[in-house]
């Protein structure tokens, strides 16, 4: 089983629409979550780091699930430039995983 | 403040031959990383270094990887005798602190560019 897995879309919604996605990890006594943003050929970025059940950044809101092991990222009013892929990290024995990302295509 | 940089931006090299990466962390950091990301896939991580104690190493591929980290700061990701599957991003992150000490934002992980290896 990998450490973290997403599912990889695309998805693709109009500008304006909610769009939410969810990752999985697989180690219990992980503590530490994020979410990056990956542009085409760009490296990561943080997006938003997540604690306790979670939390929000305007537009954007992430809630964790310790007990089903799940982290979710909703982005509200979706603008063209979130058009991304969304990497799910978690920490795992001092290092973090990354899962392969989903793509967002938020279209006009 | 300065970001992670990373050098070159850019290496074609034929099989065969060896290469050297480079990686400047933020100023402070004491946690270093390397991953590599071949196209269309994920982050694989390859190596950190925290502080002076001594790196793992889990993810090298190969023992034709390797990784210094020299004064606590700069560090270099060399691969020797390059192959066709070496080709990828390898991408440098920093962070304050190792992921899971503290569950807090002194982990998070900042990213320099990237190098993208080429290898013919």
């Known amino acids: 089983r990998k450490e973290v897995e997403q599912d990889p879309g695309p998805f693709n919604v109009p500008e304006g629409a909610t769009v939410a996605f969810n990752c999985t990890y697989s180690?219990?006594?992980?503590?530490?979550f994020f979410w990056y943003r990956q542009d085409c050929r760009k490296e990561p970025k943080l997006l938003m780091s997540?604690?306790?059940s979670g939390n929000e950044d305007g537009r954007f809101t992430a809630q964790l699930n310790r007990a089903s092991q799940y982290i979710s990222l909703l982005i509200r009013d979706s603008k063209l430039s979130d058009s991304a892929t969304y990497l799910c990290?978690?920490?795992?024995?001092?290092?973090?995983?990354f899962g392969a990302g989903t793509t967002v295509t938020v279209r006009a | 403040g300065a970001g992670v940089s990373q050098s070159p931006s850019n290496k074609v090299t034929e099989k065969g031959k060896d290469v050297e990466l480079r990686c400047d962390p933020i100023?402070?950091?004491?946690?270093l990383y390397w991953y590599r990301q071949s196209l269309g896939q994920g982050l694989e991580f390859l190596i950190y270094?925290?502080?002076?104690?001594?790196?793992?190493k889990s993810g090298l591929p190969s023992d034709r990887f390797s990784a210094e980290r020299t004064g606590g700061s700069v560090s270099t990701l060399t691969i020797q005798r390059t192959q066709q599957e070496d080709s990828a991003v390898y991408l440098c992150?920093?962070?304050?602190?190792?992921?899971?000490?503290?569950?807090?934002?002194?982990?998070?992980?900042?990213f320099g560019p990237g190098t993208r290896l080429t290898v013919l």
């Open positions: 992150a920093s962070s304050l602190s190792l992921p899971g000490w503290t569950g807090g934002s002194t982990d998070t992980q900042y």
């Open positions: 997540v604690y306790s």
């Open positions: 990290v978690v920490d795992n024995d001092y290092k973090l995983s």
């Open positions: 270094f925290q502080g002076n104690s001594a790196p793992d």
């Open positions: 180690n219990s006594a992980s503590q530490s």
């Open positions: 100023s402070g950091h004491t946690a």
